[in-house]
């Protein structure tokens, strides 16, 4: 045999050519599999599950608790009805939505799921993705008198009811500590403007130990949040609403980044690395006179830290008589899985019996002004009287209720981008018209 | 085959040759296989492409009706994909030469036969099995502008203290320094396994030579460490492109200090937030070409040496 006589090292070279051939081979067989398949993209049919399958975003804390306990109420309710609930946390819905669109495109949704409502919708509205429940679910329960008129218009795409809201918070708080405020001598009933605020936060860093506001700016949407109260107390809510339909005033946009600058100086040093928790607990411990955010922060108020007498709030100053929304809703897709089940589902959190449940846990309000004060809280109560006296109740920018994701977006990078400093004040006004 | 074999020459092995006789016995072991990876993967990345050249966005399913290049004119022109891609180049290109460059000192004192030196190992490699949620939040402590170690360590030097996130110019260094904490350590223990792997004799006989120590490594130790810096710096840098977990976790939104945005985080804002899915595709293809330039140069020169 000729290779029983070939040298070892020209055998080894030999068979490493032969594995170098394999190589090219395996080469050129893929590319050919790749031709074949690259083009083949088959979409998966989940239909036929009667499961409801619910995603949601309170996969922790209060929100969770609360969910668990509207659930189980649903349950009682409905013991025929199988319930697949699935929690994806991540701040402020990130996780969630990535999820959610995944899924919707794919053709896969789920049963129900939680969105902001108002233009946040737009996205799905926008591409007839949204069951109209009308009919199914709004025309229940007496749901069509008891909602207050605010969440009633952010439940709506183009006159058609697309979504359920359950809770509402209050964006436009100012917590103030009352500890810190009395040894300052500052009085936060007579802040009449935003900018009187400013005066009043250096008055708590100049005549205390501690900073005038707590605040952080790890993330975009506090900062986004904060920038919009100051807007809305200082422009108004013609302005206000003027801004989210695109025609905002430059100006006035300007001017409020520069009141936020003014407060930016009285900010704890370290407010880029701490998130709105830990400025929370700044607040809580004395270290902070101030803090705005919206009422979900009043969920970590403990007993020790008591409403009326540790801490209390106000309006933010000048947006008294308004109650700023933000709040969550529960939609179900077009032609979704389990559609009957799923619009049982929306029938029953829009329910007196699911809104106390949720809300008294969760820290918000009902948007349901028919449900009894008797079981919430002294804070909670206070807020139900504060949004049944309200006159106006502006949509959340900083959530979504109020522009539309992309927007948002170009916001909270604007808001990223902005740093503090006056040259940059114009530069993100300029942005935010640019926004739109 | 009776007769066949005489139009191949037996000295010279060609595709034809073995086609006709391992290769078909052996395709049941890998071809199986192959086609998975190759639609699952490659079939993704192929199919990715195809939407970068579409127009989607928003929910309502791919047009494949008109394909063009748009998109990636349309980040050319975008001042955010330039930054973006700047700021992954730097991020890159700093991460790993820094990391090779702590990791070669590291495993040059472990070589030198330390006490406790098994010890020391396993404390410079800790930080690479930690993820990348708690090693954010762990430096975003250690960066905290009043009670931060960083600071606190340069204030007790003389020094005035830093934001080190929220100052623009500041936070890509403090990213690169504290993914370099995470992973100089894995650096060292590739160029360990290299140094040990050099014979005795050779510092020896660079010694009888009269060579002094920082010669020795110089014309000697180092040179032969090439094969181990090329395939250290090759998964340092694949790990430098997915330094997205590192910057989601340190603010917990698709939006990162101002600074140190890159493709990756682009990339997801883009496909998640906005739903602009062709334009996050070409952002995408994009990264997957910068992959590729960088692992090409390591593959053909694996392929030129025969070990591939």
Partial sequence: ????????????????????????????????????????TGGGDNSGNETLEILHGWSGGDGQIAFDSMLEGFKEKHPDIDVNAKAIGGGGNTSLDARINTRLNNQNPPGSWT????????????????????????????????????????????????????NIHRMNNLFYNTTVVE????????????????????????????????????????????????????????????FINGNGDKDAVASAFETLLAYSEQFPDDASTIGWKEANNMFVEGAAGFFHQGDWAAGAYGSDFAFGE??????????????????DSWVIPQDGPASKAAKTWLQYVGTKDAQVRFNTKKGSVPPRADVSTGEFGPFQTAQIESLQDSTVQPPSIAHGLAVKPEILTKLKQAVRDFSFTDASVDKTAQAFMDAF | MTDGGSAVSTDEPTLLSNVSDEFLGSLLFWLPPFLLMGFFVYGAIGWNFVISLTE??????????????????????????INATTNTFVLLITFTAVCLAIGLLLAIMMDRKLRFDNGFRTIYLLPMSLSFVVTAQ??????????????????????????????????????????????????????????????????????????????????????????????????????????????????????????????????V??????????????????????????????????????EL
Wanted: hydrophobic residues 45%; contains cysteine; charged residues 15%.
């Fill in chain 1, 183 to 242: 040894a300052a001598g500052v009085d936060p009933s007579k802040l009449n403007d935003p900018m009187a605020l400013a005066d009043a936060i250096r008055t708590i860093s100049e005549n205390t130990d501690a900073v005038g506001m707590a605040h952080s700016t790890k993330s975009p949407w506090t900062t986004l949040q904060l920038w919009a109260t100051v807007f809305l107390g200082q422009a108004g809510i013609d302005a206000y609403e003027a």
């Fill in chain 2, 56 to 81: 989607t966005s928003g929910f309502g399913g791919v047009d494949y009706s008109q394909l063009d290049i748009e998109q990636y004119t349309r980040a050319f022109g975008d001042p955010t994909f």
């Fill in chain 2, 269 to 306: 804002r883009q496909a998640f937030r906005i739903n602009n899915q062709a334009y996050a595709a070409a952002i995408g293809i994009m990264l997957f070409a910068l992959a590729l330039a960088i692992i090409t140069p390591y593959l053909t020169y694996q392929h030129r040496r025969g």
């Fill in chain 1, 115 to 166: 969105e902001w409502p108002g233009k946040n919708l737009q996205q799905f509205t926008n591409a007839d993705l949204l069951g109209d429940i009308g009919e199914s679910v709004w025309s229940n329960n007496n749901m069509q008198s008891a909602y207050l008129d605010g969440p009633k218009q952010a439940a709506t795409s183009n006159g058609t009811f697309v979504c359920i809201p359950t």
């Fill in chain 2, 138 to 267: 762990f430096w975003l402590w250690m960066y905290n502008y009043d009670n931060g170690l960083i600071n606190i360590i340069i204030s007790s030097l003389g020094f005035s203290k830093y934001q080190w996130i929220s100052n623009p110019d500041l936070v890509l260094s403090a990213v690169i320094f504290a993914l370099v904490w995470q992973f100089s350590g894995y650096a060292m223990v590739v160029y360990l396994a290299g140094l040990r792997a050099i014979p005795q004799e050779q510092y020896e006989a660079a010694r009888t030579d009269g060579a002094n120590t920082l010669r020795l490594y110089q014309r000697v130790i180092i040179p032969q460490l090439k094969g181990a810096t090329i395939s250290a710096s090759v998964v340092l840098m694949v790990f430098a492109l997915k330094a997205f977990d590192f910057l989601y976790s340190l603010t917990g939104s698709y939006i990162p200090p101002k600074g140190s945005d890159i493709l990756a985080t682009m990339m």
């Fill in chain 1, 1 to 40: 045999m000729q290779l029983a006589s070939t040298p070892p090292m020209t055998q080894k070279l030999t068979q490493n050519l032969q594995r170098r051939t394999y190589l090219e081979g395996l080469g050129l067989v893929g590319t050919a599999a790749l031709t074949s398949l690259a083009g083949c």
């Fill in chain 1, 310 to 327: 540790n801490w209390d709030h106000v309006a933010f100053p000048g947006t008294s008589g308004q109650y700023a929304l933000n709040m």
